[in-house]
T-cell receptor, first 115, second 112 residues
Framework: ETGVTQTPRHLVMGMTNKKSLKCEQHLGHNAMYWYKQSAKKPLELMFVYNFKEQTENNSVPSRFSPECPNSSHLFLHLHTLQPEDSALYLC??????????????FGPGTRLTVL | GNSVTQMEGPVTLSEEAFLTINCTYTATGYPSLFWYVQYPGEGLQLLLKATKADDKGSNKGFEATYRKETTSFHLEKGSVQVSDSAVYFCALGRYNFNKFYFGSGTKLNVKP
């Protein structure tokens, strides 16, 4: 596998379910991100992790719980979601730090539908 | 603060037409600028980038020049193809920080 992978690619869940999204990057990056992309709305940054430490939580509801066990893996744990949480969830990674002009690399996303 | 503004779409063109998608930014410090493209059902892919003023990024016939005096990074292509139909995002990245700022995206439809 190369680049940034996300699983599953599609997920349908009820409002009482608990599920997790997984992201893995094979690029040796140290920063990882979760974004939410809803129809007709701008890309929304949710969380940022740098060297496994959370450096940004963009006022995300507690029903979304991120986890970053190491610099290559990022999870988004979901519980008691609402229908308005249906969206494409994108993971991204980059190399951050001094002398870094690097771009973000994105995964293909997980299309989440909450019934 | 930091922000990116890009023209609203959709933009509809005929094949072989000239494309311009406008992007302007506000930033503190010395940002890098990017254009990403998103095809249906996929994530964002980097199209091109520029890391300092007057740099020109180019890829697959697309070009954009980092204009500090006008705080702009407009995307251009001389002759679009049907396969260029996608959503294009302008983005700003802060040097030495983990922050990226995206425009709202511009959908491009190219008709045969």
């Amino acid at each position: 596998e190369t680049g940034v992978t996300q699983t599953p690619r599609h997920l349908v869940m009820g409002m009482t379910n608990k599920k997790s999204l997984k992201c893995e990057q094979h690029l040796g990056h140290n920063a990882m991100y979760w974004y939410k992309q809803s129809a007709k709305k701008p890309l929304e940054l949710m969380f940022v992790y740098n060297f496994k430490e959370q450096t940004e939580n963009n006022s995300v509801p507690s029903r979304f719980s991120p986890e970053c066990p190491n610099s290559s893996h990022l999870f988004l744990h979901l519980h008691t979601l609402q229908p308005e949480d249906s969206a494409l969830y994108l993971c991204a990674s980059t190399s951050s730090g001094a002398s870094s002009y690097n771009e973000q690399f994105f995964g293909p996303g997980t299309r989440l539908t909450v019934l | 603060g930091n922000s990116v503004t890009q023209m609203e779409g959709p933009v509809t063109l005929s094949e072989e037409a000239f494309l311009t998608i406008n992007c302007t930014y506000t930033a503190t410090g010395y940002p890098s600028l990017f254009w990403y493209v998103q095809y249906p059902g996929e994530g964002l892919q980097l199209l091109l980038k520029a890391t300092k003023a007057d740099d020109k990024g180019s890829n697959k016939g697309f070009e954009a020049t980092y204009r500090k005096e006008t705080t702009s990074f407009h995307l251009e292509k001389g002759s679009v193809q049907v396969s260029d139909s996608a959503v294009y995002f302008c983005a700003l990245g802060r040097y030495n920080f983990n922050k990226f700022y995206f425009g709202s995206g511009t959908k491009l439809n190219v008709k045969p």
